[in-house]
């Protein structure tokens, strides 16, 4: 077999382990964007972060993180449910959280096909990324043609959406490369629009992440700042208000992951039952979910944070 049929096989392969869009790209170091990482941090941009200022050869050398590397490998999983919480009141919590935690999931797929690959292939080298070490996802994806970097900053493809998660493959085997495509956000502006904090810049593409729901709610550890008491929306973990108005979400269906489906009792919690949650029970709805970063601690905040909205 030549590489060409490689790359077919390695396809073929992932989209039967449930992966959505497969695009591959060459492993070299990113000029371009390295310079944008570099201007945004320098703007603080990603507020109380540190860990992003860490491991920039990392961040944007491939072959830093694989010796050897010659190919990257982007795969998207869907996310998406049309499952949403009944009372509509309750404080609200994104969707990639509402099932078991992706990085297991999708890491245990991940290493199946580089299994694979090794299997049918040969002596490959390699490692797997799910949003776990200092990978360019979004601009990997760009790179491998699965689709651009819209205004609101997320991977948009043009036949799926932007519900996905994106997962690396980065391994020393070169493989034929897929082309970026076009950007077809055009004069659209509801991203921008719709941001309650005003997080994404008035011309679009850039996200200053200190002021992003998702980042009050999941990485900021201190406490909400009062500035922005009222402007959460009733997110309390997460947000997907960026999304929801994407027009190119109309394309978007439902996950077929059994593993992301709700805890039983997750959608039918009421706004009282959030606002008096115990310990016990943010344990056993969250006991394999994402939404455990936060910590109960965390959540409670954020709760509370909504609840005195209008004090």
């Given at each position: 077999?030549?590489?060409?049929?490689?790359?077919?096989?390695?396809?073929?392969?992932?989209?039967?382990?449930?992966?959505?869009?497969?695009?591959?790209?060459?492993?070299?170091?990113?000029?371009?964007?390295?310079?944008?990482?570099?201007?945004?941090?320098?703007?603080?941009?990603?507020?109380?972060?540190?860990?992003?200022?860490?491991?920039?050869?990392?961040?944007?050398?491939?072959?830093?993180?694989?010796?050897?590397?010659?190919?990257?490998?982007?795969?998207?999983?869907?996310?998406?449910?049309?499952?949403?919480?009944?009372?509509?009141?309750?404080?609200?919590?994104?969707?990639?959280?509402?099932?078991?935690?992706?990085?297991?999931?999708?890491?245990?797929?991940?290493?199946?096909?580089?299994?694979?690959?090794?299997?049918?292939?040969?002596?490959?080298?390699?490692?797997?990324?799910?949003?776990?070490?200092?990978?360019?996802?979004?601009?990997?994806?760009?790179?491998?043609?699965?689709?651009w970097v819209g205004k609101n900053t997320l991977l948009i493809n043009p036949k799926?959406?932007?519900?996905?998660?994106?997962?690396?493959?980065?391994?020393?085997?070169?493989?034929?490369?897929?082309?970026?495509?076009?950007?077809?956000?055009?004069?659209?502006?509801?991203?921008?629009?719709?941001?309650?904090?005003?997080?994404?810049?008035?011309?679009?593409?850039?996200?200053?992440?200190?002021?992003?729901?998702?980042?009050?709610?999941?990485?900021?550890?201190?406490?909400?700042?009062?500035?922005?008491?009222?402007?959460?929306?009733?997110?309390?973990?997460?947000?997907?208000?960026?999304?929801?108005?994407?027009?190119?979400?109309?394309?978007?269906?439902?996950?077929?992951?059994?593993?992301?489906?709700?805890?039983?009792?997750?959608?039918?919690?009421?706004?009282?039952?959030?606002?008096?949650?115990?310990?016990?029970?943010?344990?056993?709805?969250?006991?394999?979910?994402?939404?455990?970063?936060?910590?109960?601690?965390?959540?409670?905040?954020?709760?509370?944070?909504?609840?005195?909205?209008?004090?």
């Amino acid at each position: 077999m030549n590489n060409v049929q490689y790359s077919q096989l390695i396809k073929d392969e992932a989209y039967r382990l449930g992966f959505q869009h497969i695009g591959i790209a060459k492993a070299e170091r990113m000029d371009e964007e390295a310079k944008r990482l570099e201007q945004w941090l320098n703007q603080s941009m990603h507020g109380k972060m540190g860990y992003m200022e860490n491991h920039f050869e990392k961040r944007i050398d491939p072959t830093k993180l694989v010796e050897g590397a010659k190919t990257v490998i982007t795969l998207l999983y869907n996310y998406h449910s049309d499952q949403k919480q009944i009372d509509e009141t309750a404080p609200k919590i994104s969707q990639y959280a509402y099932g078991q935690d992706y990085h297991f999931v999708i890491k245990r797929k991940l290493k199946d096909l580089l299994q694979f690959i090794q299997t049918k292939i040969g002596e490959v080298s390699g490692r797997c990324f799910v949003d776990s070490a200092p990978v360019l996802e979004r601009d990997w994806a760009k790179r491998s043609g699965s689709g651009w970097v819209g205004k609101n900053t997320l991977l948009i493809n043009p036949k799926s959406g932007s519900y996905f998660f994106l997962a690396e493959l980065i391994i020393d085997l070169e493989l034929p490369t897929d082309h970026p495509i076009k950007d077809y956000c055009g004069t659209c502006t509801r991203c921008i629009d719709a941001c309650p904090t005003e997080a994404i810049s008035p011309e679009g593409y850039i996200v200053d992440g200190s002021k992003c729901i998702s980042y009050f709610t999941i990485e900021l550890k201190e406490a909400l700042p009062e500035s922005y008491k009222g402007k959460f929306e009733n997110w309390m973990f997460g947000c997907d208000i960026c999304q929801d108005v994407c027009p190119w979400n109309r394309f978007s269906k439902p996950h077929q992951e059994p593993a992301f489906e709700p805890h039983p009792d997750l959608l039918t919690m009421t706004k009282s039952d959030w606002e008096e949650i115990t310990e016990e029970v943010f344990q056993t709805i969250f006991r394999k979910s994402a939404v455990k970063r936060t910590k109960f601690s965390g959540l409670k905040r954020n709760i509370e944070f909504l609840r005195n909205k209008e004090i």
